[in-house]
């Protein structure tokens, strides 16, 4: 959420939120609203004072036995005319903050305007890989090595959840191990172990909610719980309402989650084996720092990022995202694509994301500054890395023409030395 004051002070850098981000937000109803917000308290607050002085006065004119009679029952229009108030406040204050809600973050000056086709090329690591051969795409080779059975993942679960059997499940639990010590041993992070299930309050702390409640599992309508679309939910609302120290900041968490997106708005497009799916496994980053240090905070989590995708000899490039492809909640963000060679094409593994206050806004994480006033923080997060395209691009790009798959030398401790992966 932006800051209320802003309504008041530039409305017309909530416009231009709304119009970078491509988000339609009535602002000026926003703006009505505030102004009247504003009204009805100066007005309660005169009429309260008025209250107040009457009051002493009737006091003062019984203790006299003078006839009061007049004063009460203005005074109870009085108090009737601030209930009316009170109860216009809290109809605007419902509206007001579902309409705040519904404003997107702000861009950063340095991100690219437009959609998907402005996205910003900015690096790249590493070379595509070559072969002597027809490289496979990795729903072929994976079922071949029996490491996944797409099949019977859609009996049991439908589309978009795969059933994952000895290599692939083993490939999977070795990489998400792999990753949470590379984070926590070389990067100095803190590992979580959150629930996969959060309240709405979480939800709407990071900016999935009120947006994009189509695309998440609200699967328990009595409790009113989601399922995770990624660990950054719950991580990042562990402070949710609490001032952190100066001291502790900043803040490194990492955690390991199963993920859960409906994707709704994604029918038909990359659907193929791992390429497009409702659950899949990720280790997720979370920084929360000072508000004048996150964009060097998103600095040095991207290079976090391309760690452990150096680590695995991944070929990769860094996208500075345009405006209206980042998410609704960024100010900037980095996508990380990892070329695979059996699609041909690059697949996107980590977004890196500064939401300057954004988020800490809504869910109310503060910290005291080095004058012991309480202010706003700044969060950060990014995928470190998301594994379904991870594999695919592992598999792809280490594939031989006997059907066997190279593992990455930094992965094989995870694998029980195992050096391929090889029918058996």
């Known amino acids: 959420m932006l800051d209320m004051r802003l309504l008041k002070d530039n409305p017309d850098f909530l416009r231009e939120a709304c119009q970078l981000k491509g988000v339609a937000v009535d602002v000026d109803r926003a703006v009505a609203l505030d ?3 504003r009204e009805i308290l100066l007005e309660k607050e005169s009429l309260q004072s008025e209250r107040n002085r009457v009051s002493k006065d009737i006091a003062a004119a019984k203790k006299a036995g003078s006839d009061t009679a007049p004063a009460q029952e203005e005074m109870k229009k009085v108090g009737e ?8 406040e809290r109809d605007i204050a419902v509206e007001l903050r579902d309409l705040m809600l519904a404003i997107p973050n702000h861009p950063s000056p340095d991100s690219p305007v437009g959609g998907e086709e402005a996205n910003d090329e900015i690096a790249a690591w590493g070379e595509k890989p070559s072969f002597s051969f027809t490289p496979r795409p990795h729903w072929e ?4 090595l029996g490491m996944i059975d797409l099949k019977r993942g859609v009996k049991i679960a439908g589309s978009g959840f795969i059933l994952y059997r ?9 990489l998400y191990n792999y990753f949470l010590d ?7 992070y803190t590992e979580w172990f959150p629930p996969f299930l959060v309240n709405r309050d979480s939800m709407i702390g990071t900016g999935q909610l009120p947006k994009l409640e189509d695309d998440m599992y609200h699967c328990d309508k009595d409790d009113d719980l989601f399922l995770i679309p990624t660990a950054e939910v719950p ?3 562990i402070h949710r309402d609490e001032i952190l120290p100066l001291a502790d900041l900043p803040l490194k968490y990492c955690a390991y989650s199963a993920c859960f ?16 799916v409702h659950q899949f496994n990720k280790v997720e980053l979370v920084r929360v720092c000072k508000a004048d240090e996150s964009y060097e905070q998103l600095e040095l989590l991207r290079k976090d990022v391309e760690d452990i995708l150096q680590s695995l000899n991944l070929h990769y490039r860094v996208l500075n995202l345009a405006t209206r492809d980042m998410s609704f909640a960024a100010a900037k963000c980095y996508d990380f694509e990892v070329w695979s060679a059996g699609v041909g094409k690059y697949l996107e593994a980590s977004s890196c994301s500064n939401f300057c206050d954004y988020q800490a806004r809504r869910a109310n994480v503060r910290y005291k500054d080095e004058n012991k006033k309480t202010q706003v923080a700044h969060t950060l997060n990014a995928s470190g890395v998301a594994l379904p395209r991870t594999v695919v691009a592992i598999i792809e790009n280490n594939q031989r023409e006997d059907g066997s798959v190279a593992i990455p030398e930094a992965l094989q401790p ?4 195992m050096k391929e992966l090889r029918k058996a």
Do not use: Q
């Open 81 to 88: 005319r601030i209930g009316i108030l009170e109860a216009e």
């Open 235 to 237: 991580i990042t609302n």
């Open 414 to 417: 995870y694998m029980g030395g």
């Open 261 to 276: 997106r409906r994707e709704a708005g994604a029918a038909g497009k990359d659907t193929r084996g791992l390429l497009r």
């Open 182 to 188: 590379f984070h926590t041993t070389r990067h100095g």
């Open 141 to 144: 080779i994976c079922e071949e």
């Open 166 to 174: 000895g290599l692939g499940a083993r490939l999977e639990r070795a």
């Open 35 to 37: 102004a009247r917000r």
